[in-house]
Every structure is written in C-alpha cells, then in structure tokens.
C-alpha cells in the first residue's frame, strides 16, 4: 500500500553495496524504516542531502504488510534545512538531537503532536544564528520530556529543595534513594522549564554548567524511558559548548 508520510529522519547506515537503511520518525505511522540506493550519482547525493539528520522530508512509501523496511518514492523536503547543512555547529547538534531521537522513539506508533515538536525544533534551529544555539539541546531534551509523559513538575521549586529525580517533583527533605539533586543542580530544573527556542540564547551558562545540567538531563531520561549513556555524539557536543 503507497502512503504519504512526513518524515524527520534519524539515521542512515550502510546495509550493502547497493542499499543504505534509513530510519525516521513520521507523522503517520511512527518510526519507519526505508531502503534507499547508495549509488554515487547525482541523485544519490541529492537524496543523502534530504534525508541528513533531521531532514524533513514528504514521501511516498510503499508500505508492504509484514515488512519492517519499506520503499520510499518522490522523496521532497519540506524545509530546505540551509542553516544546519551548511554550518558545523549547527549539523553537530542535529546529530546529537537525531541520536537521541533514535534511541528514545523505539515504539512505532505515530505521535502528531510529537512529530510537529520535532518538526518545529528543526526550524527553530535551522533558523537560529550559530551562536544563539549553544543551550539548543538542553531546551529541546526539557521541551521533549512533556510529549513523553515525563515532564518534570517544577511547581515545588522553593530555596532549600530537593529535586526527586525518579518522582519528577521537588521536595523539601531528601528522598530515600540517591537519586536526587540539591543545589545549583537542582535549581537548573526549573531554569530549563522556563527556557524557549526564543529566549534560550539570554540563558548564560558555563561549558561546566551546560555540561553538568546536560549529564542531569540524561540521568533523568535514563531514569525514565530509555538509557542514554552511550550516545555517539556526546562528546562532540562537550567540546562545542
């Protein structure tokens, strides 16, 4: 059965020497998986260049009952992505945001809502200037946690709190585990809850505070929906900001 699908891809691997996998998430079907050729003409490089990290594309998938990968015809971007294609820093916090994305959307069932958040965080960071991104992934991770149902409640915040990082809330004595922040460390909890694609550049932070706010982060998602210790781009990311 053809059908068209938005998609927001995540991840291409080479299968063999005449098809690569790709992996997306879309609009209508939820994580989908493509066959695409891995020649080395003119439309091969066309096609790698729509479906890079986050590319948003409009296809027509042959969706056959029973197969876990599928054929995509007539491939076509829905947003031209020149601001992440063309700038190093930009591209490296796309790859970092589409391995989480592959990590964390395992089921595959469609999410509009979902979806349309991706979509509009990929414009929002195509958009920005390079140097307005640097607190991109943590307001995109926070601003993810809600579609997931793990968004923290941050209505508790008071001098002197805790923040239970396995109940999601802030508590004013300490729980009985470990799990928990207190703090500075606590206190970036509901400074990333009031952190937006439009202000997010006002939000002064120190590579050590980005990067420890970032570790929280992923501790909590950890913690909640899927283990993110051994992401690829991690590192990258590190030396970045």
Known sequence: MKQILHIVALRTIRHSDRHS??????????????????GAGREAARRRALLMPLGL???VAD??????????????AIRALHGIGCHPV??????????VLDALLREGAPDELLFDYIAGSVAALDGREPRETANFHLCFLFGLGRFLGIEPDVSGCREGAVFDMRDGCYRMSVPMHSNYLTGDAAGSVALLSRMNYGNMHRF???RAERNATLDGILAYYSL???????LKSLDVLRVLF
């Not at 056959?64 to 076509?76: F, I, T």
């Not at 930009?90 to 391995?99: D, I, M, W």
């Open 21 to 38: 996998i790709l992996t997306a998430y879309s609009r209508e079907a939820g994580r989908v998986a493509f066959a695409i050729p891995a």
């Open 204 to 206: 002064r932070l120190t």
């Open 90 to 99: 930009k591209n490296a916090v796309a790859l970092f945001v589409a391995e």
């Open 224 to 230: 909640h929906y899927a283990a993110l210790g051994s």
């Open 63 to 76: 969706m056959k009952p029973g197969r876990d990968v599928h054929l995509m015809h007539e491939p076509r």
């Open 57 to 59: 594309v409009e296809c």
